[in-house]
Structures are given as structure tokens and as C-alpha cells.
């Protein structure tokens, strides 16, 4: 089983720190780091050393606090920036330089205003330069999403000669359809003569909303490794959400892929990142939203109280959230009401809730959300009335 393991490589704090108004002293990113260790990540990519004398000492002091997971520090594909992530992370008890270059001819020709064959030199002598300071060293081919597939193919190969152990296939605007981005990670295992002494890794955005779905196309087609954030924070529209491929794995067993993530911590964590970079969390985002195990239509929620699979595939407490909620609204049915009566301590019969029913809906017609405060006031006053 081990061939069967997706590594997490985890980088809201670097990746999802890039976020407007996200940005975190050293502190807060030791904090989270900590925590991420704690989840069970295997990778923290904790920053772009070169960047910021700040980054520089965050990437430096995680690196002497954790563990257990590898600390990765980001570069460009220039000496300099290899330097300086090689000198942060000379603490790390496992260290990982990540270092790359754009592939797209987008990228080589608007950005760099080269060729493929000098940026194909350019990949090789960065894998080199990182050597130097790590035997642990990722690729990444930027924009590979939109990169021609033989030339990647190239590319990876000769990275992985001069020494790359993990190579990034990043979708980097999130272009690719799930079925187009399995397909060229599937186009590598098959065509790269040395794929075998390197893992591929998933780096996926969400433009189009499919980052998390590209990233369990690429898994399914031999990718070993997906990077992602906490609340799928990142560039633009952000980037695979880890609580979401976590649970898509663990949902799926017949798939044989697994993490080493511990899913009841899920919640805590998203709670954690949310408040630490003052970024709240969408109410209906899988997994860890507010709504996640809220049921307000009166379908669903006659359905789930009689059993609770019947609306629900995940339990809360699986990923460390609070009980599923039953939320009364005009949509809502007098099942729920009785239920919601009842945890009031009313266990009231047909009838009542017949009757009652009818004074809910008045109620709910005119307010968002019918809360247990109005439940209370409807129950006094329907008893008072039929005791006197």
C-alpha cells in the first residue's frame, strides 16, 4: 500500500498567505505550522525565503520547531533565491527546496522572452544549484497546465536526471478540465523514461472552480503528491482545498488512495486559519462551512432525521464539527418542528403539531430563521391557551 499513499504538501503559508489582506507575522505562521503538523501534513511549504527579511525568518524559526513533516522553503529559478532558501532552512531536520521555471510558451516567450531550449538549461541547472543544499529537492514546471506535452515530458525527465525527487505538474490558472489534466499526468508516467525515482505532485487553482477535482484526476493517474491550502486559500480564486481532498480519498476506498491526514481535525484547523488570517469561511464550503451539516428544507430534513445517511455522507464529528443542525425555515416540514420541539423538552402529539404548525409558518414567513427563542414563546403560549 505504500505506492497508494498521497502525500499532502500544505501551502497556505505561503501560497494562501498571497491572499489580499492574508499576510502573517512569524508568530502566526508558527502557530499554524505547528498545527499542520499536528493534522499530519507531510510537506509545510512555510514561505518564499528570498522575498522579505520577514519570510527569511519565518521559513528559518519553523524550520528549527518542526518535527516530524519536511519544511519547504519556495525560489525562482535563480541562484540567489536557492541560496537564501538553502541558508533558511539549514535548521530543518527535513528540508525541501522547491524551485522552478515556467514551461507554457506563454510563459517562455511573454514572461521570459526565451525559448524552450534555454529555459529546458535553466530547469536543469536550478535542480543543481539545489543539490547543493538538500538531497530533498521539488520542481515545479509553471503553467504546466497549458504546457505542450511532449516538451513537459522533456522537462521532467531532465530534472529528475540532475536530481529533482518530487516534480510539480501546476495548473497554474486553473485551465485544465479534470479529464485533461489525469490525461497529462498519466501522458508523464507513461512517456518519462526515469518518472519511477521521482513522485509527480498536483498543484491546482480553482479559476474554474475544478482545482479540487483536478487534483483527484491527477492522483487517480499516478500523481503521489497534492499541494493545497486550509479553506482553499491561494492566488486569485485560491487553490485545492486539503479538507476537501482529504475526504474525497476517505469517501472513496475503492479508489486505494490514502492520506496521513487526521480528518477529526479538520475543523479546528479551518476555524484556526480562518481566524488567524482574517479570512472568514463561505458558509456552504464543503466539509468545514457552517452550512456543511445544516438542513433546512423540509425533504431533507424528514429524510435525515429518519436517517441521517440519507442527506449526509460525512459525519460531523469525522471532521471535527459540531452535531448536524436542523434549521427551520418556511421551507422546513413538521417533522422538524416536532424534532426541534422535543429537544426543547415539548414532546407534543399530532395534533398539537398540526396546530402549531400553522403558527410557524406565519412566523417563518416573515424571519430568515425560526430560533428556539420564537419555538419557546409559540410553545408557551399554545399550552396557556389550551390550559385555561
Request: hydrophobic content about 40%; aromatic content about 6%; charged content about 25%.
Amino acid at each position: 500500500m505504500a505506492d497508494k499513499k498521497i502525500f499532502i504538501f500544505d501551502t497556505t503559508l505561503r501560497d494562501g498567505e498571497q491572499v489580499p489582506g492574508c499576510k502573517l507575522n512569524t508568530r502566526e505562521k508558527i502557530e499554524i505550522a505547528l498545527a499542520l503538523e499536528e493534522l499530519g501534513v507531510d510537506i509545510i511549504e512555510a514561505g518564499f525565503p528570498v522575498s522579505s527579511p520577514g519570510d527569511f525568518e519565518s521559513v528559518s524559526e519553523i524550520s528549527k520547531i518542526i518535527k516530524n513533516a519536511t519544511v519547504c522553503g519556495l525560489s525562482r529559478a535563480v541562484q540567489k533565491d536557492i541560496e537564501v532558501a538553502g541558508e533558511a532552512l539549514k535548521h530543518a531536520k527535513r528540508g525541501r527546496i522547491h524551485t522552478g521555471i515556467g514551461t507554457s510558451d506563454s510563459h517562455i516567450k511573454s514572461k521570459f522572452n526565451s525559448n524552450r531550449e534555454d529555459i529546458l538549461v535553466r530547469a536543469v541547472q536550478a535542480v543543481k544549484w539545489a543539490r547543493n543544499f538538500t538531497d530533498d529537492v521539488e520542481f515545479y514546471a509553471e503553467d504546466a497546465g497549458r504546457t505542450d506535452n511532449e516538451y513537459l515530458a522533456r522537462v521532467v525527465e531532465a530534472v529528475i536526471a540532475a536530481g529533482a525527487t518530487t516534480v510539480n505538474i501546476p495548473d497554474t490558472t486553473g485551465y485544465c478540465l479534470p479529464a485533461q489534466y489525469g490525461e497529462k499526468i498519466a501522458f508523464l508516467i507513461n512517456n518519462v523514461s526515469n518518472v519511477d525515482k521521482a513522485v509527480l505532485s498536483c498543484h491546482c487553482h480553482n479559476d474554474l472552480g475544478l482545482a479540487t477535482a483536478n487534483s483527484i484526476s491527477g492522483a487517480i493517474r499516478g500523481a503521489r503528491q497534492i499541494e493545497c491550502t486550509i479553506n482553499g486559500l491561494g492566488e486569485r480564486a485560491g487553490n485545492t482545498a486539503l479538507e476537501e481532498v482529504v475526504m474525497v480519498l476517505k469517501q472513496h476506498p475503492t479508489l486505494g488512495l490514502y492520506t496521513g491526514i487526521k480528518a477529526e481535525r479538520l475543523n479546528p484547523i479551518s476555524r484556526l486559519v480562518s481566524d488567524t488570517m482574517r479570512m472568514p469561511v463561505q458558509p456552504n464550503k464543503a466539509i468545514v462551512g457552517a452550512n456543511a451539516f445544516s438542513h433546512s428544507s423540509g425533504i431533507h430534513q424528514d429524510g435525515f432525521l429518519k436517517d441521517s445517511q440519507t442527506y449526509e455522507i460525512i459525519r460531523p464529528e469525522e471532521v471535527g464539527a459540531e452535531t448536524s443542525k436542523i434549521v427551520l425555515t418556511a421551507r422546513s416540514g413538521r417533522s422538524a418542528l416536532a424534532y426541534r420541539f422535543k429537544n426543547l423538552g415539548h414532546d407534543f402529539n399530532r395534533n398539537d403539531i398540526d396546530f402549531l404548525y400553522e403558527q410557524f409558518l406565519s412566523l417563518a414567513d416573515k424571519m430568515k430563521e425560526v430560533r428556539d427563542n420564537n419555538l419557546i414563546a409559540l410553545a408557551d403560549s399554545y399550552l396557556q391557551s389550551h390550559q385555561s
